[in-house]
């Protein structure tokens, strides 16, 4: 059967590799998956499965429920976002389908989007599929991989029409200051490019709080924002997510889901209210135990030579492995039974790093660690 062109052009993923290769293997400990360990709060499931006794199954509103837009729009004011529940609001299927609607309904064919690399591996590819160049602009760990003006320059970037965000970052954990974003923000403005902003950890920063780039002076009007459920309240498998932005553009966002996705799961749409009027203490919880994990490994990782970049947020860790990192990763996968991600799948900046999720649980981590460790002292030579 014929396929589309721009869909050949996308290899495979760089992850799944190393997940059908565990998969055929006993006893891994797994650290690739960006998944929380814990379970969706309970007041949040008492609420999806009271929605399905209610007989609640039927389509919601395509924007999603006023009700939860109206608790999206509160939420979202402790991180000084202001966004109206009727016509700047939309509830999407996952984070994923807000920055795939935004792409769709943003860049035109040819349209050059600045990249930051490292970054999450969806966001080249939706790119590509919507007709789209994507333009890689490097950051390093020399810089806490924070992006700048000069970065972007360099990269060519001033003549780009969109630059996508991720803040805090997957796969390094990098934060930016509201003064790094300010330079960027300036940069966009002076050479008018949209920024797509996917701030779906921004709950899980540890250092200070969350500045969203759509905060800073004219940059609301050229802004759109992600965010979800998944990772901050532990409801990956409910799909849900949001997207923040001036209504002309939220408008444009829901002709694309409209007429692919008509609404959000139902269901999922109950427990979210729930979770997001009842559940900020659970919440807290979990981000405290990250921040006890984030600490622990990578203390591990500079114990054991291989140095780890200090992640203030996402859980991720970001260590070097000292050199190639693909076939680090694949000989510990055969030689020690612990599964993770070569950095370099995330694009250039990531290479001779590793990607640790620590979203699984201590007892687990600390056999991962111990696993890693030996492996380094007696397979590895680190450069």
């Not at 532990?234 to 408008?251: H, I």
Request: proline fraction near 5%; glycine fraction near 8%; hydrophobic fraction near 40%.
């Amino acid at each position: 059967m014929k396929r589309a062109e721009r869909v050949q052009a996308i290899p495979p993923s760089g992850i799944r590799r190393f997940f059908e290769i565990a998969e055929e293997m006993d006893d891994v400990i797994s650290l690739g998956v960006g998944e929380p360990d814990f379970t969706a709060p309970w007041a949040a499931r008492t609420a999806a499965i009271d929605s399905l006794e209610r007989g609640r199954t039927s389509y919601t509103a395509n924007r999603g429920m006023r009700e939860l837009r109206e608790e999206i729009s509160t939420y979202v004011r402790r991180w000084d976002l202001d966004y109206d529940p009727d016509e700047e609001v939309l509830v999407t299927t996952g984070a994923s389908e807000a920055v795939d609607l935004a792409v769709r309904s943003i860049v035109d064919p040819g349209d050059v989007v600045a990249v930051p690399q490292p970054s999450y591996i969806s966001y080249v590819p939706t790119v590509t599929f919507a007709g789209g160049e994507a333009l890689g602009v490097p950051t390093s760990q020399a810089d806490d991989f924070a992006l700048t003006p000069e970065a972007l320059r360099e990269a060519g970037a001033a003549d780009a029409d969109v630059l996508m965000l991720c803040y805090p970052n997957n796969p390094t954990g990098a934060v930016m200051t509201r003064e790094e974003l300010a330079e960027v923000a300036a940069f966009c403005r002076e050479h008018d490019l949209i920024v797509l902003s996917d701030e779906i950890y921004a709950g899980l920063r540890y250092d200070g709080e969350h500045t969203s780039i759509a905060t800073l002076p004219g940059m609301r009007e050229r802004t759109v924002v992600f965010n979800g459920f998944s990772k901050t309240h532990a409801m990956t498998g409910l799909r849900l997510g949001f997207a923040l932005a001036p209504a002309d553009a939220v408008t444009a966002m829901n002709r694309v889901h409209q007429y692919t996705m008509l609404s959000s799961p139902t269901t999922a749409q109950h427990a979210a209210i729930e979770a997001l009027r009842s559940c900020d203490d659970a919440v807290e919880e979990m981000r405290t135990q990250f921040d006890r994990r984030r600490r622990f490994v990578i203390s591990r990782f500079n114990e054991m030579g291989l140095d780890c970049f200090e992640a203030k947020g996402a859980f991720y860790a970001f260590p070097r492995c000292g050199g190639d990192d693909e076939r680090f990763a694949e000989e510990l996968l055969r030689e020690r039974n612990v599964a993770l991600v070569p950095g370099s799948v995330f694009g250039s900046g990531g290479d001779g790093h590793l990607r640790v999720s620590y979203a699984t649980g201590m007892a687990e981590l600390k056999t991962a660690m111990d696993r890693i460790e030996a492996f380094v002292a007696d397979q590895w030579s680190v450069a």
